[in-house]
């Protein structure tokens, strides 16, 4: 079985487009991945106003967790939206990253 980091990159390689939507909670990855979506990206918009706060305000621990559950509710591909990797350095950005794929994310933006 392909992996969910291999199959997003044959996505970006095969010829053409793909539409990536952004779900901000799990219902909506399910409701995303069940109309046929072969992948889905994170919101941090979404996810922060969906918890009443402004864009900018989560931390990365709830943000990871956010996308950990948004992985686990579907066998899709996901990738996040991380902000600007939760600091101003190379090194907080390389953290968040690697925290990203702990968790199962197949990709990123920072």
Same mark, same amino acid.
């Given at each position: ?6 199959? +997003?990159?044959? *996505?970006?390689? !095969? ?16 409701? *995303?991945?069940?109309?046929? +979506?072969? #992948? ?8 922060? +106003?969906?918890?009443? %706060? #402004?864009?900018?305000? %989560? ?11 948004? %992985? ?5 591909? %996901?990738?996040?939206?991380? !902000?600007?990797? +939760? ?10 990253? !690697? ?6 994310? #197949?990709?990123?933006?920072?």
């Amino acid at each position: 079985m392909e992996s969910k980091g291999a199959a +997003f990159r044959r *996505l970006h390689q !095969e010829p053409g487009t793909f539409i990536i939507p952004n779900p901000w909670d799990i219902g909506t990855a399910r409701i *995303l991945a069940a109309m046929g +979506f072969r #992948a889905l990206a994170t919101t941090s918009a979404g996810m922060a +106003f969906s918890l009443g %706060v #402004a864009e900018g305000q %989560v931390s990365r621990e709830d943000t990871l967790s956010h996308c950990r559950s948004i %992985v686990a509710a579907t066998p899709l591909p %996901v990738s996040a939206d991380l !902000e600007k990797g +939760f600091g101003d350095s190379p090194q907080s950005a390389a953290e968040t990253i !690697e925290a990203a794929a702990g968790i199962g994310l #197949a990709g990123c933006s920072l």
